[in-house]
């Protein structure tokens, strides 16, 4: 009776731990799985990889299509070009012509920057330096050429000038930074040659600022304003320029340069023969020596 009783107890004890095994495993099971609903959660929830919407408008996708447009910023801002232009024209009203030309370039912001004016029986004739912003260079260049009887001369060329400039521009920052550098070092120093040694060093430094300072505002305002230098002439008397002759202080001044010349081909000639005139001199010496020994004699 007590071994049935004993073996009974086991199997109770067996099959209570098997029900809580199949519990504990069953929990774990539960556990995983909410895991797992978690881990989908999330992910549906996840604001960067979350699947496309498919009530939202279609003209808001059409937008997120669209690449976005950026500026393009244009590549010849800061660019220094320095233009220049030579015009030589023949007009029919000289006057006129310059009035003319003089405010419609005034209108463009230009302006006259030299002036001269040459009169001959043949032609009187007019030589101007106009500045003329960059921008409007070519439509200063076609004012200029239009309504003229004949173009004996039109030359333009441009030099691009930016890396100089912008090089300059470095060096400026680089000096002034030296200065700084000194500035402090002249504050530390303990007696007079120390200061007067750096002082000396500031204003080297501050020199070449200057003129570097000078060099890149020339290189801005020459970029800014190009150069037109314009010659235009009115013709007077057109037979006045096949029966020009020279006149008496031309043919003065003629006369002159070809006696220097003359002078200087015999100078040039006496120096090629200088043995023979050496060799002469010493003749006459002798000559001179021998000549009263002989007076004597007779």
Do not use: H
């Not at 519990?23 to 604001?47: A, G, P, R, W």
């Not at 006259?112 to 070519?138: C, G, H, M, W």
């Not at 096949?242 to 002078?263: D, H, M, Q, Y």
């Not at 023979?276 to 007076?295: M, Q, R």
Request: glycine fraction near 2%; charge should be neutral.
């Amino acid at each position: 009776m007590k071994k049935i009783f004993v073996v009974l107890a086991a199997m109770m004890l067996l099959f209570s731990c098997n029900k809580n095994s199949d519990q504990k495993n069953q929990s774990i099971s539960n556990m995983k799985l909410e895991d797992m609903t978690l881990e989908k959660i999330e992910y549906s929830t996840d604001t960067t990889t979350a699947p496309f919407d498919q009530n939202e408008p279609e003209e808001a996708n059409d937008k997120k299509k669209q690449p976005v447009k950026q500026s393009t910023p244009n590549p010849d801002w800061d660019k220094k070009i320095i233009k220049n232009a030579t015009l030589n024209v023949e007009v029919s009203d000289d006057q006129k012509f310059y009035s003319t030309f003089l405010e419609k370039v005034r209108n463009l912001g230009g302006y006259v920057a030299q002036e001269e004016q040459n009169q001959s029986e043949y032609r009187i004739e007019n030589t101007i330096v106009l500045k003329v912003p960059f921008d409007q260079f070519e439509n200063a260049v076609a004012i200029l050429t239009t309504g003229v009887e004949k173009i004996n001369e039109k030359k333009i060329s441009s030099q691009d000038v930016t890396a100089e400039y912008v090089d300059t521009r470095s060096r400026i920052e680089a000096k002034k930074q030296f200065r700084n550098r000194y500035m402090d070092l002249l504050k530390q120093a303990k007696n007079m040659e120390e200061i007067l040694s750096v002082q000396s060093e500031i204003n080297n430094i501050q020199e070449e600022i200057e003129s570097a300072t000078g060099r890149m505002n020339y290189l801005g305002q020459s970029s800014a304003f190009s150069t037109i230098s314009l010659t235009y002439y009115k013709v007077l008397d057109s037979s006045s320029k096949e029966n020009t002759s020279p006149s008496f202080v031309s043919k003065i001044t003629e006369a002159f340069k070809t006696g220097l010349g003359w002078i200087s081909d015999l100078f040039i000639g006496l120096i090629s023969i200088w043995p023979l005139l050496l060799a002469s001199f010493v003749l006459i010496i002798i000559y001179k020596k021998i000549k009263p020994v002989k007076a004597k004699q007779a």
